[in-house]
């Protein structure tokens, strides 16, 4: 069993950067994916970034290429997405979740792990 806990978020002015961080207890197998969701208030969950834990391979959704990185230190169990130039429309819940499924890392439905979330709002 994946436990998830997010940190790392806060209020920072549009432009500006946060970096949230995702910590799993339990043994991570190489083959699992850590993802980035994120959900707004009034709209429904959606996919961020994710990264494969034993190689590395991440994706992101179009809107946050260029802005966000997501990495993972395994030393400290930790995936972290490194988020830059916010915009108002990155307001959001940011949860992480973890997926066994060898395919599919940036759909919703094969993470069975989930954390709590952390609140990222950015202001104009």
């Known amino acids: 069993q994946v436990q998830l806990v997010e940190s790392g978020g806060g209020l920072v002015q549009a432009g500006g950067s946060l970096r949230l961080s995702c910590a799993a207890s339990?043994?991570?197998?190489?083959?699992?994916?850590i993802g980035w969701f994120r959900q707004a208030p009034g709209k429904e969950r959606e996919f961020v970034a994710t990264?494969?834990?034993?190689?590395?391979?991440?994706d992101y959704t179009d809107s946050v290429k260029g802005r966000f990185t997501i990495s993972r230190d395994s030393a400290k169990n930790t995936v972290y997405l490194q988020m830059n130039s916010l915009k108002p429309e990155d307001t959001a819940v940011y949860l992480c979740?973890?997926?066994?499924?060898?395919?599919?890392?940036?759909?919703?439905?094969?993470?069975?792990?989930w954390g709590q979330g952390t609140q990222v709002t950015v202001s104009s």
């Open positions: 979740a973890a997926s066994p499924e060898l395919s599919g890392a940036t759909m919703i439905g094969n993470y069975p792990y």
């Open positions: 339990g043994r991570m197998p190489n083959y699992y994916a």
């Open positions: 990264i494969r834990w034993g190689h590395g391979s991440t």
